[in-house]
């Protein structure tokens, strides 16, 4: 299967004991069957702990203490890779924090936001984003025309001579919406889905009575952020319109998701002010909380 790649792909890497929000944290890690057989052959001690350390029909590991993977060591390196080497990783923690569009003759692999070494390399990229679709290959009726949709919907968002919030704001009329969303009917639509973290109920019952005026988007610092987050949301989720056709529904998502990250930056902007760092925080938990829960992006997806 041909790959391809977005621009700033290879600058990702782990900071595995330097992370501050380490993935290995929180999340249950199913095992898929080839690293499971691998895991059954291990005749050693490691091995038999790995095996003790697996349940479920769908083989996941059992976590430990405050949701910790059972093999993060207490300096934050992985026991399986210091004893094994990275091949002896389950397909999660391999891809982890990649993610894959499949089309019918080649993938596109990005870096996911909920990384906070991946969302700081996704927003603080200064080139515009590109992905060169391989021109040698077959590609559906649909898919063409989900290339060349998505193509336009990145020449709107990274137009630099308009301003981020003009740019929301075309996209938004070119697909019969407004960029404009109900603070509290928002927070309270994201306080309806299923929740990973505590403090992101702590940022939106926060928020609820906030007035939210947009002077987010016209902050210079934050012009390129804001296009990367919402070009790297098309590029996420635009390719499931391929079939159903429904590109209003997902450039909805694109663009309330960059509102409400912008109404939570606005919001430290209010209290005292907001760091490059801060904003990327706010993407990070945005992203682990919904694009990692199919149900929460059923929901937000039908929220248009
Ligand atoms: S969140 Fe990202 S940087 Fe941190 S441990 Fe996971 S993959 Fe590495």
């Known amino acids: ?83 094994c080497g990275e091949d002896a990783l389950c397909d999660i923690c391999t891809l982890h924090p990649r993610f894959r569009n499949f089309y019918s003759s080649f993938a596109e692999t990005g870096l996911g936001l909920c990384c906070e070494e991946a969302a700081r390399i996704i927003l603080s ?26 193509q336009r919907i990145f020449g709107i968002l990274q137009d630099r001579d308009e301003s981020i919030k003009n740019r929301f704001s075309r ?63 098309v590029f996420r989720h635009l390719g499931d319109a391929v079939w159903d056709g429904d590109y209003a529904t997902r450039v909805n998502f694109v663009l309330m998701s960059c509102y409400l990250i912008g109404a939570l930056a606005e919001y430290y902007l209010s209290i005292g002010g907001v760091s490059f760092e801060k904003l990327t925080d706010l993407a990070r938990m945005y992203s682990s909380e919904v694009e990692y829960s199919q149900e929460n992006i059923d929901v937000l997806m039908g929220a248009g």
């Open 1 to 83: 299967m041909i790959e391809v790649t977005p621009n700033y792909y290879h600058k990702f890497k782990c900071m595995a004991d330097k992370c501050t929000h380490n993935c290995c944290i929180g999340w249950e890690i199913d095992i898929d069957e080839d690293t499971m057989q691998f895991y059954n052959s291990l005749d050693t001690q490691l091995g038999k702990r790995i095996r003790e350390s697996i349940e479920g029909d769908v083989p996941h590991f059992i976590l430990s203490d405050g949701d910790r993977c059972p093999f993060l060591k207490e300096n934050g390196l992985c026991e399986i890779i210091c004893e």
């Open 125 to 150: 990229e200064e080139n515009k984003f590109s992905i060169e679709v391989p021109d040698d290959i077959d590609l559906s009726d649909e898919e063409t025309e989900l290339f060349g949709i998505r």
């Open 171 to 233: 996209l938004a009329r070119e697909y019969g919406l407004e960029f404009e969303y109900s603070i509290d009917k928002l927070c309270k639509l994201y306080l309806s889905l299923e929740r990973l973290d505590e403090s992101w109920t702590d940022e939106l019952d926060r928020l609820q009575s906030f007035n939210f005026e947009g002077r987010i988007f016209d902050d210079e610092e934050f012009q390129i952020p804001f296009e990367q987050m919402a070009v790297y949301f």
